[in-house]
């Protein structure tokens, strides 16, 4: 496997990782959703730049992680799109509240401390 480095643009990739919580009793239909994501989904986040995302699932725990350019730019242009739109709806029942957020933070994000490439 060769991990992506650089942005069609030639602009480093950074890696970005953040944890969520789900609801008792629904990592089966999360999961079910997971392993069908919506095309147009797919297409949605690779076009924004999103490259390697990958989710973890321990019990309620999720550890989310991608690569991007710059997360907030990224992250921001999915705001008002449709499909993330529907695709949030969707999920929203899924997710217990986020707890703890730092000022600015859309979720809580993990800060890296070690990286073995």
Known sequence: MNPTTHSAEGEPLKRFAF????????AEAYEKAHAAVWPEMLAMLKK???HEYSIFRRD???FLTF????????WSQFDN????LRWQAT?????APNEGL???ERFPMMKEV????
């Open 91 to 95: 999920m929203e029942p899924l997710f």
């Open 67 to 74: 690569k991007a350019v710059d997360f907030e730019a990224t």
């Open 60 to 62: 309620e725990l999720l």
């Open 114 to 117: 070690f990286y073995m490439p």
């Open 81 to 84: 799109d449709p499909v993330n």
């Open 19 to 26: 944890i969520l919580r789900l609801r008792p009793g629904v």
């Open 102 to 104: 730092l000022p600015g």
């Open 48 to 50: 924004g730049g999103i």
